[in-house]
């Protein structure tokens, strides 16, 4: 199969056929086997029903619904899951993002075999306030911590090579952030699209103001993880070596200067040594103890279950 194209969405009621005949257009003028998975994560609207007509009319179109809200990056790890094109394609569903893409994002993934193209909003069409300044500051920071020159990391509109959604696990909220999950997990060939933006047609979004907040916490995580995530001991183990060392000398030079060189002088608690001393051991300590903790959680980490299906269509 050549194309995946995945959507995952939350009461997108309105848009859906739209999106689909679009989609099914541009596939069929161009040739391409193809398959389109919708992701219901629990939409109270009538999206579910609008995905199974859908595919009662073309059998290219599959689904999966979620038996509640789990969020856009569980969304997007289930139907990665599933897909089976040689392209994958992530969309949002609200036709802010345009099917007509799709054949430059294949060719950049096939013919010049990047293995993920972003799409870039150059020219944007949301609430300046709420989205293009706050975006602008957020992409900015990713770029610093990831080294990724991207623009616009949050695009919807994504193409990747199968492999590499077969390897990155996106969870929590990192579907932001697949680009440096992506390098992360070895696939270094990441370039960038510029792609047309649409105003929102049908209903409003879902993303607001606190998705910048919770994006910049979700940077500090992934920085670190990708940093001494499979290795905590190298960072707390070598912290808390340094300050029991620093301590240690500390107390050394204090033993040695009550035992010989100044027996009457100040009480050893009177002087600062003593607590620059106590402390450092201490804090020492719990980053070792941090740091091994951290490779015994790692050792004995399983796969946990982080959604429950309710429906699944062609799969
Ligand atoms: N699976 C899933 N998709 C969501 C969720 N919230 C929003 N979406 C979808 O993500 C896409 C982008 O959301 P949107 O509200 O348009 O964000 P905006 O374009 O940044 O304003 C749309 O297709 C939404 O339906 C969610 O909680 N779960
Ligand atoms: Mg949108």
Same mark, same amino acid.
């Given at each position: 199969?050549?194309?995946?194209?995945?959507?995952?969405?939350?009461?997108?009621?309105?848009?859906?056929?739209?999106?689909?005949?679009?989609?099914?257009?541009?596939?069929?003028?161009?040739?391409?086997?193809?398959?389109?998975?919708?992701?219901?994560?629990?939409?109270?609207?009538?999206?579910?029903?609008?995905?199974?007509?859908?595919?009662?009319?073309?059998?290219?179109?599959?689904?999966?619904?979620?038996?509640?809200?789990?969020? *856009?990056?569980?969304?997007? $790890?289930? +139907?990665? @899951?599933?897909? #089976?094109?040689? =392209? &994958?394609?992530?969309? %949002?569903?609200?036709?802010?993002?345009?099917?007509?893409?799709?054949?430059?994002?294949?060719?950049?993934?096939?013919?010049?075999?990047?293995?993920?193209?972003?799409?870039?909003?150059?020219?944007?069409?949301?609430?300046?306030?709420?989205?293009?300044?706050?975006?602008?500051?957020?992409?900015?920071?990713?770029?610093?911590?990831?080294?990724? *020159?991207?623009?616009?990391? $949050?695009? +919807?509109? @994504?193409?990747? #090579?199968?492999? =590499? &959604?077969?390897?990155? %696990?996106?969870?929590?909220?990192?579907?932001?952030?697949?680009?440096?999950?992506?390098?992360?997990?070895?696939?270094?060939?990441?370039?960038?699209?510029?792609?047309?933006?649409?105003?929102?047609?049908?209903?409003?979004?879902?993303?607001?103001?606190?998705?910048?907040?919770?994006?910049?916490?979700?940077?500090?995580?992934?920085?670190?993880?990708?940093?001494?995530?499979?290795?905590?001991?190298?960072?707390?183990?070598?912290?808390?070596?340094?300050?029991?060392?620093?301590?240690?000398?500390?107390?050394?030079?204090?033993?040695?200067?009550?035992?010989?060189?100044?027996?009457?002088?100040?009480?050893?608690?009177?002087?600062?040594?003593?607590?620059?001393?106590?402390?450092?051991?201490?804090?020492?300590?719990?980053?070792?103890?941090?740091?091994?903790?951290?490779?015994?959680?790692?050792?004995?980490?399983?796969?946990?279950?982080?959604?429950?299906?309710?429906?699944?269509?062609?799969?």
């Amino acid at each position: 199969m050549d194309i995946s194209v995945v959507i995952p969405l939350l009461n997108e009621d309105e848009s859906l056929n739209e999106l689909h005949d679009w989609i099914a257009k541009v596939m069929q003028s161009n040739r391409y086997s193809y398959e389109i998975l919708f992701i219901d994560d629990g939409s109270t609207d009538n999206s579910w029903k609008v995905i199974e007509n859908l595919s009662e009319k073309n059998e290219s179109v599959k689904g999966i619904r979620f038996q509640k809200n789990y969020g *856009k990056s569980q969304a997007l $790890n289930a +139907g990665f @899951k599933e897909v #089976k094109g040689n =392209v &994958v394609i992530t969309m %949002d569903a609200d036709l802010q993002d345009s099917p007509d893409e799709i054949p430059e994002l294949y060719d950049l993934i096939i013919k010049d075999g990047f293995d993920l193209i972003s799409g870039w909003k150059k020219k944007r069409y949301d609430s300046k306030i709420r989205k293009n300044i706050p975006s602008k500051l957020f992409n900015a920071a990713a770029r610093k911590t990831s080294g990724l *020159k991207l623009h616009d990391f $949050n695009c +919807g509109l @994504k193409a990747y #090579k199968n492999e =590499v &959604v077969k390897n990155v %696990d996106v969870n929590g909220e990192m579907h932001r952030y697949i680009p440096v999950l992506a390098k992360n997990a070895g696939f270094n060939n990441i370039g960038e699209k510029v792609v047309i933006h649409q105003a929102r047609k049908y209903g409003v979004t879902k993303f607001g103001i606190e998705r910048f907040i919770n994006g910049f916490l979700d940077l500090i995580t992934i920085w670190f993880l990708s940093k001494f995530g499979k290795r905590p001991m190298h960072l707390f183990g070598l912290l808390g070596t340094i300050m029991m060392f620093i301590g240690f000398l500390f107390a050394f030079y204090l033993g040695i200067d009550k035992l010989f060189l100044n027996p009457e002088g100040r009480l050893i608690t009177q002087r600062p040594q003593f607590y620059i001393s106590l402390v450092t051991m201490m804090i020492g300590t719990q980053f070792f103890l941090a740091g091994f903790l951290g490779e015994i959680i790692l050792r004995s980490k399983s796969d946990t279950k982080r959604y429950s299906i309710s429906n699944k269509i062609n799969l």
